[in-house]
Protein backbone atom coordinates (compact mmCIF):
# COMPACT_ATOMS: atom_id res chain seq x y z
CA UNK A 1 0.00 0.00 0.00
CA UNK A 2 1.53 2.99 -0.78
CA UNK A 3 1.91 6.05 1.34
CA UNK A 4 -0.68 7.97 -0.05
CA UNK A 5 -3.36 5.16 0.44
CA UNK A 6 -2.12 3.98 3.66
CA UNK A 7 -3.17 7.69 4.75
CA UNK A 8 -6.49 7.87 3.04
CA UNK A 9 -7.26 4.59 4.54
CA UNK A 10 -5.58 5.19 8.50
CA UNK A 11 -8.75 7.68 9.37
CA UNK A 12 -11.25 4.52 9.30
CA UNK A 13 -9.19 2.44 11.30
CA UNK A 14 -7.98 4.44 14.31
CA UNK A 15 -9.09 2.56 17.01
CA UNK A 16 -9.67 -0.89 15.01
CA UNK A 17 -8.48 -4.28 16.41
CA UNK A 18 -8.16 -8.02 15.18
CA UNK A 19 -10.56 -8.78 17.50
CA UNK A 20 -12.75 -5.42 17.57
CA UNK A 21 -12.27 -4.32 13.30
CA UNK A 22 -14.08 -1.75 11.39
CA UNK A 23 -16.39 -3.15 8.81
CA UNK A 24 -14.78 -0.76 6.17
CA UNK A 25 -15.82 0.12 3.54
CA UNK A 26 -19.91 -0.32 5.09
CA UNK A 27 -21.05 1.28 7.82
CA UNK A 28 -21.55 -0.80 11.13
CA UNK A 29 -21.70 0.32 14.79
CA UNK A 30 -17.93 -0.75 15.16
CA UNK A 31 -17.04 1.20 11.95
CA UNK A 32 -18.35 4.58 13.66
CA UNK A 33 -16.10 3.30 16.64
CA UNK A 34 -13.41 2.49 14.80
CA UNK A 35 -12.90 5.62 12.63
CA UNK A 36 -14.01 8.37 16.28
CA UNK A 37 -11.40 10.49 17.71
CA UNK A 38 -12.20 9.08 21.26
CA UNK A 39 -13.81 5.69 22.33
CA UNK A 40 -15.78 5.27 25.32
CA UNK A 41 -17.20 1.85 25.71
CA UNK A 42 -17.03 -1.75 27.43
CA UNK A 43 -13.46 -2.09 26.22
CA UNK A 44 -12.78 0.39 27.91
CA UNK A 45 -11.90 1.30 32.11
CA UNK A 46 -15.02 3.38 33.14
CA UNK A 47 -12.93 5.00 36.56
CA UNK A 48 -10.67 6.29 34.36
CA UNK A 49 -12.90 8.52 32.30
CA UNK A 50 -13.10 11.49 34.47
CA UNK A 51 -9.22 11.82 33.48
CA UNK A 52 -9.53 11.21 29.75
CA UNK A 53 -11.99 14.35 29.78
CA UNK A 54 -9.35 16.50 28.88
CA UNK A 55 -8.02 14.74 25.90
CA UNK A 56 -11.52 15.58 23.95
CA UNK A 57 -10.34 18.95 21.84
CA UNK A 58 -12.50 21.11 19.73
CA UNK A 59 -14.32 19.40 16.87
CA UNK A 60 -13.67 15.82 17.88
CA UNK A 61 -15.15 12.71 17.35
CA UNK A 62 -16.26 10.94 20.62
CA UNK A 63 -18.00 7.29 20.50
CA UNK A 64 -19.68 6.46 23.42
CA UNK A 65 -21.05 2.86 23.24
CA UNK A 66 -24.76 2.44 24.42
CA UNK A 67 -23.57 -1.23 26.45
CA UNK A 68 -22.37 1.25 29.14
CA UNK A 69 -25.15 3.01 30.76
CA UNK A 70 -25.16 6.74 29.55
CA UNK A 71 -24.90 8.75 33.44
CA UNK A 72 -21.12 7.47 33.33
CA UNK A 73 -20.15 9.56 30.86
CA UNK A 74 -23.16 12.50 31.04
CA UNK A 75 -22.60 12.28 35.48
CA UNK A 76 -20.99 15.70 36.73
CA UNK A 77 -17.89 14.04 38.10
CA UNK A 78 -16.93 13.21 34.12
CA UNK A 79 -19.16 15.93 31.63
CA UNK A 80 -17.83 18.69 33.57
CA UNK A 81 -14.19 18.30 32.69
CA UNK A 82 -15.37 18.49 29.02
CA UNK A 83 -13.11 21.78 27.79
CA UNK A 84 -13.99 21.75 24.21
CA UNK A 85 -17.71 21.41 21.91
CA UNK A 86 -17.05 17.66 20.33
CA UNK A 87 -19.13 15.84 18.05
CA UNK A 88 -21.09 12.52 20.10
CA UNK A 89 -21.46 9.09 18.51
CA UNK A 90 -23.95 6.65 20.21
CA UNK A 91 -24.06 3.11 19.08
CA UNK A 92 -23.92 -0.33 19.77
CA UNK A 93 -27.03 -1.32 20.91
CA UNK A 94 -30.80 -1.35 20.24
CA UNK A 95 -31.18 1.17 23.02
CA UNK A 96 -32.98 4.60 22.03
CA UNK A 97 -31.25 7.50 22.89
CA UNK A 98 -31.54 10.23 24.31
CA UNK A 99 -34.55 8.93 26.69
CA UNK A 100 -35.99 11.67 28.48
CA UNK A 101 -32.98 11.48 31.35
CA UNK A 102 -30.42 13.10 28.42
CA UNK A 103 -32.60 15.07 26.54
CA UNK A 104 -30.42 18.59 28.39
CA UNK A 105 -27.34 17.06 26.73
CA UNK A 106 -28.23 18.39 23.68
CA UNK A 107 -28.77 21.98 24.67
CA UNK A 108 -25.37 22.07 26.30
CA UNK A 109 -22.91 23.99 24.24
CA UNK A 110 -20.33 21.34 24.82
CA UNK A 111 -22.25 19.16 21.93
CA UNK A 112 -21.90 20.75 18.63
CA UNK A 113 -23.77 17.42 17.39
CA UNK A 114 -25.07 14.04 18.61
CA UNK A 115 -24.87 10.73 15.93
CA UNK A 116 -27.38 8.77 17.59
CA UNK A 117 -28.59 5.25 16.26
CA UNK A 118 -32.22 4.56 16.99
CA UNK A 119 -33.18 8.01 18.59
CA UNK A 120 -36.19 8.94 20.27
CA UNK A 121 -36.35 12.64 20.01
CA UNK A 122 -36.36 15.47 17.50
CA UNK A 123 -33.37 18.07 17.91
CA UNK A 124 -32.02 20.25 15.63
CA UNK A 125 -28.52 18.80 16.90
CA UNK A 126 -29.33 15.27 17.33
CA UNK A 127 -29.07 13.37 14.03
CA UNK A 128 -29.91 9.50 13.17
CA UNK A 129 -27.20 7.00 12.13
CA UNK A 130 -27.50 3.29 10.79
CA UNK A 131 -27.43 0.57 12.95
CA UNK A 132 -25.49 -0.35 9.44
CA UNK A 133 -24.57 -3.92 9.15
CA UNK A 134 -23.52 -6.20 11.46
CA UNK A 135 -20.47 -5.83 13.27
CA UNK A 136 -17.17 -7.55 11.83
CA UNK A 137 -16.74 -9.28 15.01
CA UNK A 138 -20.23 -11.04 14.48
CA UNK A 139 -20.72 -14.74 12.39
CA UNK A 140 -23.45 -12.75 10.56
CA UNK A 141 -21.15 -9.79 10.50
CA UNK A 142 -18.23 -11.34 8.11
CA UNK A 143 -16.90 -8.63 6.22
CA UNK A 144 -15.69 -10.54 2.92
CA UNK A 145 -19.14 -12.48 2.50
CA UNK A 146 -20.84 -9.00 2.66
CA UNK A 147 -18.40 -7.85 -0.19
CA UNK A 148 -18.70 -10.53 -2.40
CA UNK A 149 -22.16 -10.37 -2.26
CA UNK A 150 -22.56 -6.88 -3.25
CA UNK A 151 -20.04 -7.47 -6.20
CA UNK A 152 -21.98 -11.03 -7.32
CA UNK A 153 -25.36 -11.67 -5.96
CA UNK A 154 -27.01 -7.46 -7.05
CA UNK A 155 -29.23 -8.13 -9.90
CA UNK A 156 -30.94 -4.98 -11.75
CA UNK A 157 -34.58 -4.06 -10.38
CA UNK A 158 -36.21 -4.92 -13.67
CA UNK A 159 -34.34 -8.79 -13.71
CA UNK A 160 -35.75 -10.12 -9.77
CA UNK A 161 -38.28 -12.24 -9.77
CA UNK A 162 -39.09 -11.97 -6.06
CA UNK A 163 -41.42 -9.43 -5.71
CA UNK A 164 -41.37 -9.35 -2.10
CA UNK A 165 -39.18 -11.04 0.69
CA UNK A 166 -40.04 -11.84 3.84
CA UNK A 167 -37.41 -13.43 6.82
CA UNK A 168 -37.44 -12.48 10.15
CA UNK A 169 -38.18 -14.00 13.28
CA UNK A 170 -41.80 -12.43 15.00
CA UNK A 171 -40.89 -13.00 18.44
CA UNK A 172 -38.08 -10.09 18.11
CA UNK A 173 -40.94 -7.58 18.43
CA UNK A 174 -44.59 -9.47 17.96
CA UNK A 175 -46.54 -6.70 18.13
CA UNK A 176 -45.26 -5.09 14.82
CA UNK A 177 -43.73 -8.10 13.42
CA UNK A 178 -46.33 -10.60 13.68
CA UNK A 179 -49.08 -7.55 11.73
CA UNK A 180 -46.10 -6.97 9.17
CA UNK A 181 -46.31 -10.85 8.23
CA UNK A 182 -49.94 -11.05 8.15
CA UNK A 183 -50.37 -8.63 5.61
CA UNK A 184 -47.29 -9.89 3.54
CA UNK A 185 -48.68 -13.35 3.74
CA UNK A 186 -52.13 -12.09 1.86
CA UNK A 187 -50.01 -10.71 -1.00
CA UNK A 188 -48.56 -12.65 -4.25
CA UNK A 189 -45.03 -13.79 -5.28
CA UNK A 190 -43.88 -13.51 -1.73
CA UNK A 191 -41.11 -15.40 -0.42
CA UNK A 192 -41.43 -16.46 3.11
CA UNK A 193 -38.22 -17.42 3.72
CA UNK A 194 -35.74 -19.63 6.68
CA UNK A 195 -32.66 -19.47 5.33
CA UNK A 196 -30.08 -19.47 7.96
CA UNK A 197 -26.87 -19.36 5.39
CA UNK A 198 -26.02 -15.73 5.14
CA UNK A 199 -24.14 -16.55 1.54
CA UNK A 200 -28.00 -17.82 0.36
CA UNK A 201 -29.69 -14.88 2.69
CA UNK A 202 -27.64 -12.75 0.86
CA UNK A 203 -28.39 -14.30 -2.80
CA UNK A 204 -31.82 -14.31 -2.21
CA UNK A 205 -31.76 -10.39 -1.21
CA UNK A 206 -30.33 -10.01 -4.41
CA UNK A 207 -33.06 -10.87 -6.51
CA UNK A 208 -35.93 -9.41 -4.54
CA UNK A 209 -37.67 -6.43 -5.51
CA UNK A 210 -38.88 -5.43 -1.85
CA UNK A 211 -37.86 -6.40 1.48
CA UNK A 212 -40.47 -6.51 4.21
CA UNK A 213 -38.37 -4.81 7.49
CA UNK A 214 -40.10 -4.01 10.51
CA UNK A 215 -38.52 -3.04 13.44
CA UNK A 216 -37.95 -5.56 15.92
CA UNK A 217 -35.06 -5.18 19.43
CA UNK A 218 -34.67 -1.45 18.53
CA UNK A 219 -36.12 1.11 15.97
CA UNK A 220 -33.54 0.06 13.25
CA UNK A 221 -32.33 -3.71 12.12
CA UNK A 222 -29.81 -4.96 10.43
CA UNK A 223 -31.88 -6.23 7.40
CA UNK A 224 -32.63 -2.33 5.73
CA UNK A 225 -29.20 -2.02 5.25
CA UNK A 226 -28.15 -5.93 3.99
CA UNK A 227 -31.52 -5.01 1.65
CA UNK A 228 -30.02 -1.79 0.48
CA UNK A 229 -26.59 -3.27 0.23
CA UNK A 230 -28.06 -5.93 -2.22
CA UNK A 231 -30.05 -3.54 -4.19
CA UNK A 232 -33.80 -4.12 -2.67
CA UNK A 233 -35.87 -1.65 -1.42
CA UNK A 234 -36.37 -2.22 2.14
CA UNK A 235 -40.35 -1.62 4.14
CA UNK A 236 -39.91 -0.01 6.99
CA UNK A 237 -42.36 2.21 9.51
CA UNK A 238 -42.48 5.56 9.64
CA UNK A 239 -39.92 6.53 12.99
CA UNK A 240 -37.52 8.79 13.99
CA UNK A 241 -35.03 7.52 11.45
CA UNK A 242 -36.99 8.64 8.73
CA UNK A 243 -34.41 11.69 7.92
CA UNK A 244 -31.64 8.84 6.97
CA UNK A 245 -33.90 7.69 3.85
CA UNK A 246 -34.22 10.59 2.50
CA UNK A 247 -31.61 9.96 -0.46
CA UNK A 248 -32.21 6.41 -0.39
CA UNK A 249 -34.42 3.86 -2.00
CA UNK A 250 -36.54 2.62 1.13
CA UNK A 251 -39.87 2.96 1.40
CA UNK A 252 -41.44 4.39 4.47
CA UNK A 253 -45.35 3.22 5.70
CA UNK A 254 -47.56 4.77 8.21
CA UNK A 255 -49.13 1.16 8.32
CA UNK A 256 -48.86 -2.12 6.76
CA UNK A 257 -52.49 -2.36 5.98
CA UNK A 258 -52.42 0.63 3.79
CA UNK A 259 -49.99 -0.55 1.27
CA UNK A 260 -51.84 -2.37 -1.98
CA UNK A 261 -50.32 -4.56 -4.06
CA UNK A 262 -51.05 -2.28 -6.84
CA UNK A 263 -49.25 0.83 -5.65
CA UNK A 264 -45.62 -1.54 -4.93
CA UNK A 265 -46.12 -2.70 -8.46
CA UNK A 266 -46.56 0.76 -9.68
CA UNK A 267 -43.04 1.51 -8.58
CA UNK A 268 -40.14 1.34 -10.39
CA UNK A 269 -36.35 2.45 -9.19
CA UNK A 270 -33.97 2.56 -12.14
CA UNK A 271 -31.48 3.59 -9.45
CA UNK A 272 -30.71 2.72 -6.37
CA UNK A 273 -28.33 4.76 -4.43
CA UNK A 274 -26.11 3.56 -1.54
CA UNK A 275 -24.58 5.94 -0.24
CA UNK A 276 -25.35 5.75 3.44
CA UNK A 277 -24.21 2.68 3.70
CA UNK A 278 -20.51 3.55 2.99
CA UNK A 279 -18.44 4.37 5.93
CA UNK A 280 -16.61 7.45 3.46
CA UNK A 281 -20.17 9.28 3.67
CA UNK A 282 -20.37 9.18 7.27
CA UNK A 283 -16.66 10.70 7.66
CA UNK A 284 -17.31 13.29 5.66
CA UNK A 285 -20.68 13.92 7.92
CA UNK A 286 -19.22 13.59 11.01
CA UNK A 287 -16.31 16.24 9.77
CA UNK A 288 -18.31 18.95 8.15
CA UNK A 289 -20.35 19.08 10.94
CA UNK A 290 -16.81 19.55 13.50
CA UNK A 291 -15.66 21.90 10.59
CA UNK A 292 -12.67 19.37 9.64
CA UNK A 293 -11.30 18.22 6.53
Given amino acids: ?33 AMADHVFDETTDVNKWPERMSDIGLGDTVFLGTEVPLIKFFS ?14 THNSDA ?69 FVNFKVKNNRVQRSKALKWALGLPNVTHSHVTSRELYLRELGNAKFVLSPPGHGLDCHRTWEA ?22 VLIVDDWN ?26 KRLMDVAKRE
Fill in 1 to 33: MSDKSYSAMKPFFRHATVSRNSSYPFISGDTFR
Fill in 76 to 89: NVTFNKIRHPFVLI
Fill in 96 to 164: SVPTRHFRWVLDNEKILAWFASNPDHIHKKLFPIPIGLANARWPHGNVRVFKQAFKFYRKSFSRRTTFL
Fill in 228 to 249: ILMGAVPIVLRSRLDPLFTDAA
Fill in 258 to 283: NLSIEYLQSLEYNRLPNEILFAKYWR
